[in-house]
């Protein structure tokens, strides 16, 4: 049998699944609802140091001197400008815990009572920061806004007092406090948000997805419901079939990358730097570097449902540890190992690289060589495995 | 067994030179390609024969030939040492109860499984050596229906004809008169979905038709049916047989309906042949021994009648067909005489005594020392391959 048959009889399968997936209308609807809820979901889910407004903070001053009245006065003027923070006053440490353990407030100030008096002594005044670490990820954003505020005003007091007492000019007091000045500049213009840094990812997980979950279901249902004897009856390579459903689920992956690419620039202000034409390249070879994995189950299950636990154990751990939601980097050392084997770190990162710092075909060349490697070594183990599976 | 491939079969092809036109005749096998010089001109080229679908090869008139064929799923004998030979243009039934092994015999020669010893020809080519030509050959109407219920029918036709390269036109031709066949013109275009069950068998039956198949498999094809579309099904698989001279190889665990169709049976019973001939043969294995069936009717039926021609020696079995009427069949040359005393002793009152011809179902119980329609009832989950679904019981009650 030809190469060109083999082809020919997959299209008509790829037609036929097609054919069956376009008269679901509900089917239809999930694909776009999907990446829809995902990107909707992941945008504004996870929380962010500068995405922090109006939180509300209980301020307790015990001051028994003036200096704390007119440090609450400054915290004031500050707020004000960023908004940041929503101030309330509190009586003193338990009272701030009371309103924590009622979530009316995610933190707290305590001025203590000695807090003039050690000034005017020429000691450091020293302010208290509340923070609930149960919510970890609050407390810590909380504890380094509120500590970087309470520096900023340090800082302007000391410049204050050195112009004031001293009589330096404003410049030169804070080039004598502060030597140091810290400037970020980004090789991203503008400002990317959190969805400039997820979408990639989910592109690459909606693709994988399509392979690893559709490709078992789609052949263990027909299995299921008798009509793949149909096709293996018929004088037809078994490659023809496999192919078939893997160009089905493939442009269906496709269409779903492509709606959540879409959404991603239009509803959520996405900006793709690289080429596009990169993009759709690398969306392709990640599908080539999943298809082996999804033939490898499909051959190893012979029921729809095993399928479906063997696709959702082998998902989630793929899902949290290629850097799709969080940066590789952040994880323990163990863990960065694990995600260095999975091929969807490498389809994160290069797809990343490509659509958010605008890289080329040289500067992704590693990851593409290695989604290349997973998708030749994946084949060859698992196409013998399939002809095996089907011929039992 | 002759093992017939077209590897060493010789062809011979027209070809025309590119250079001056003569037209000669080469030899070659399938797919060889062949340096040739012109008979003529004298350009040297090369050719490469075509690729021919093989003709069946029908060894000694025999479509089918099985010889110790043998199928295990682990440690259980699906198929135990099972040798017989399938006569091109007939209808052959395979007659067992649910799980003696017929989906599995009929799934290793359509060439889904493998099998774990033996050999089998199918149109003259081995099933595991030779599939890609077996499955040319064959189509296959399997207990579960092979077709997509979103699809219509129309669409579901031109999958499979597809698979199997018929040119666009003759495909369209081809499922046009199957779907006059069996009077689904005007259904075409709707999909299977909403078809009733007689209905979506009447089209899985002509999609295995699609590619002209020499042999057809029809495994259990009257499963479910209403009497009216088993009786529609059973006149498309005669017409089939007739027009087309195609040869049909039938599963079913229904004793008339084997008897109705078949021409030669083979009764199938734990993975074994145990009987195989035309149905008169067959029968003529219970008339020829001193095993009696008759049907009597008494009025005053009582579980106390009954009981007493269960007690008799000679009774082989008792079913209550309903309230008055009593199959019993029995063994000895006396037998009549003593059931008939026993009733007149017991004060039954016997409105009617009829001999029955012996039917498969005696043979089946000869062969076998159970009935067929035991198992059917209460043994429908099926110990090998794919699940039969759950059957109705029959509304006869059956004493022992």
């Not at chain 1, 504890?143 to 005003?153: C, D, G, P, Q, R």
């Not at chain 1, 000019?169 to 804070?174: K, Q, W």
């Not at chain 2, 039938?250 to 084997?258: D, F, K, N, Q, W």
């Not at chain 2, 017991?346 to 001999?355: D, F, L, T």
Request: net charge positive; proline share 4%.
């Amino acid at each position: 049998m030809g190469m060109k048959d083999v082809l020919r009889h997959s299209l008509w399968i790829c037609w036929k699944d097609l054919l069956e997936f376009s008269r679901s209308k509900l089917r239809l609807v999930m694909l776009v609802l999907m990446p829809l809820f995902m990107m909707v979901m992941i945008g504004f889910i996870f929380p962010s140091a500068s995405s922090i407004s109006n939180t509300p903070i209980a301020l307790a001053n015990n001051d028994t001197g003036s200096l704390g009245a007119s440090f609450v006065q400054q915290l004031e003027i500050i707020n004000n400008k960023t908004g940041m923070m929503k101030l309330s006053t509190a009586t003193n440490f338990d009272d701030i815990k009371t309103k924590l353990q009622n979530s009316e407030v995610n933190g707290g100030i305590i001025i203590p009572e000695n807090f003039s008096s050690n000034i005017l002594a020429g000691k450091q005044g020293e302010i208290i920061v509340v923070i609930d670490q149960s919510n970890p990820q609050m407390s810590v954003t909380i504890e380094s806004v509120l500590s970087k505020t309470v520096a900023m005003m340090g800082e302007q007091m000391a410049i204050h007092n050195l112009n004031v007492t001293y009589n330096v000019s404003v410049t030169r007091a804070s080039s004598m406090i502060t030597p140091y000045n810290v400037q970020f500049k980004g090789i991203v213009p503008g400002a990317p948000n959190y969805f400039q840094f997820v979408a990639p990812g989910i592109i690459a997980m909606v693709v994988m997805m399509a392979l690893m979950t559709g490709l078992p279901h789609a052949i263990s249902y027909e299995k299921d419901i008798g009509t793949l004897d149909g096709m293996l009856a018929a004088p037809i390579s078994r490659l023809s079939i496999i192919l078939g459903k893997v160009m089905a689920q493939t442009i269906r992956g496709m269409i779903q990358g492509f709606i959540i690419l879409l959404l991603a620039v239009v509803l959520f202000g996405v900006v793709i730097e690289g080429s596009i034409l990169l993009v759709i390249a690398l969306i392709i070879l990640t599908v080539f570097s999943f298809v082996g994995l999804g033939i490898l189950i499909t051959s190893f299950t012979d029921k729809e449902e095993t399928a479906t636990m063997v696709m959702m154990t082998l998902m989630f751990p793929m899902m949290f540890l290629s850097g799709v939601f969080f940066p590789i980097q952040q994880m323990p050392w163990y863990m960065q190992d694990l995600a260095h084997i999975l091929p969807l770190t490498y389809a994160t990162t290069a797809l990343r690289k490509v659509m958010v710092l605008g890289a080329d075909v040289p500067a992704v060349g590693t990851e593409i060589l290695i989604l290349i490697g997973f998708g030749v070594i994946l084949l060859a183990v698992a196409v013998p495995m399939f002809r095996r599976a089907m011929s039992k | 067994m002759t093992d017939y491939s077209t590897e060493t079969m010789q062809i011979t092809n027209q070809f025309k030179c590119p250079k001056c036109g003569h037209i000669a005749e080469y030899p070659g096998r399938p797919n060889e390609r062949v340096i040739v010089t012109c008979a003529s001109c004298g350009t040297r080229g090369t050719i490469t024969q075509p690729e021919t679908v093989p003709s069946p090869q029908f060894t000694n008139g025999n479509a089918i030939e099985i010889s110790h064929l043998k199928k295990m799923f682990g440690d259980f004998t699906a198929v135990d040492d099972v040798s017989f030979t399938v006569k091109r243009g007939e209808i052959f039934g395979l007659l067992g109860p649910n799980g003696a092994g017929k989906t599995t015999i009929i799934r290793m020669l359509c060439t889904l499984t493998s099998p774990t010893a033996g050999i089998a020809t199918v149109a003259g080519f081995n099933v595991v050596k030779q599939n890609g030509k077996v499955r040319q050959h064959i189509g296959l109407v399997s207990e579960k229906m092979i077709m997509y219920d979103e699809l219509t029918a129309r669409e579901n036709l031109k999958l499979f004809g597809n698979l199997y390269n018929i040119p666009k036109d003759a495909l369209n031709q081809r499922i046009d008169e199957l779907l006059q066949l069996v009077r689904m013109e005007k259904w075409a275009d709707q999909r299977i979905k909403t078809f009733s069950t007689g209905m979506k068998q009447r089209i899985n039956v002509i999609r295995a038709l699609v590619n002209q198949p020499e042999i057809l498999f029809l495994d259990e094809p009257t499963l479910g049916l209403d009497p009216q579309s088993t009786a529609e099904i059973r006149e498309l698989t005669r017409r089939i047989n007739i027009e087309n001279r195609t040869t049909i190889i039938l599963t079913t665990h229904i004793m008339g309906e084997a008897d109705l169709l078949c021409k030669r049976i083979g009764i199938i019973d734990h993975g074994k042949i145990v009987a195989l001939d035309t149905p008169a043969n067959l029968k003529k294995i219970v008339s020829g021994t001193d095993v009696s069936a008759f049907e009597i009717e008494i009025s005053n039926l009582n579980p106390r009648i009954m009981s007493s021609i269960q007690s008799l020696s000679s009774v082989k079995s008792l079913v209550q067909e309903d309230t008055t009427h009593l199959l019993i069949r029995a063994n000895g040359g006396d037998a009549f005489d003593i059931i008939i005393d026993s009733l007149r002793k017991n004060g039954a009152n016997v409105r009617m005594v009829k001999n029955l011809e012996p039917s498969l179902e005696d043979v089946f119980l000869h062969l076998t020392g159970r009935e067929a329609r035991e198992k059917v009832s209460e043994n429908n989950v099926s110990a090998a391959g794919p699940g039969h679904g759950p059957r109705r019981r029959r509304a006869s009650r059956r004493i022992r």
